[in-house]
């Protein structure tokens, strides 16, 4: 095994280790460390057999194990960002609905206050 195979599948189980005890601590949702921890052991196995990749690969209709690995990275990463970008909206829309409701509540304050002061008198008021 060579050394960058060593420090990638170190890395990897290292990682995959830290996920699932915060996971088990409840640190994190174990539901959402799974897809991780199942990432990082698949990079580990990848580390570990880098022939694996290219039996995959070609039963899959790729010719290299590390083009599979590009693909299936790509796809990732597309997968995240579409996600990432749909919470974005919904934190944004949910902004939104809170700042309006806020902004109404504080007109109608106002507004309840207003009616309540009775009208300041002084000079101005005198003069007419």
Same mark, same amino acid.
């Given at each position: 095994?060579?050394?960058f195979?060593l ?7 290292g990682v995959s280790s830290?996920? &699932? ?5 409840g640190?994190? /949702? !174990? +539901? %959402?460390?799974?897809p991780? =921890?199942? *990432?990082w052991?698949?990079s580990?196995?990848?580390f570990a057999w ?12 790729v ?5 599979l690995i590009?693909?299936?990275s790509v796809?990732?990463? &597309?997968a995240?960002f579409f996600?990432?970008?749909l /919470? !974005? +909206? %919904?934190?944004?829309?949910? =902004?939104t *609905? ?16 207003t ?14």
């Amino acid at each position: 095994m060579s050394p960058f195979q060593l420090a990638g599948l170190t890395l990897s189980l290292g990682v995959s280790s830290l996920l &699932l005890a915060s996971a088990l601590r409840g640190r994190i /949702r !174990l +539901r %959402g460390a799974l897809p991780w =921890i199942g *990432l990082w052991c698949a990079s580990a196995v990848a580390f570990a057999w880098p022939d694996a990749t290219g039996v995959v690969a070609r039963k899959l209709g790729v010719d290299r194990g590390a083009d599979l690995i590009s693909y299936l990275s790509v796809l990732a990463m &597309l997968a995240g960002f579409f996600l990432v970008s749909l /919470r !974005l +909206r %919904g934190l944004n829309r949910q =902004i939104t *609905l809170l700042v309006r409701q806020l902004a109404i509540s504080d007109a109608e304050r106002n507004l309840e206050a207003t009616r309540e002061e009775p009208l300041p008198a002084g000079p101005a008021w005198d003069e007419e």
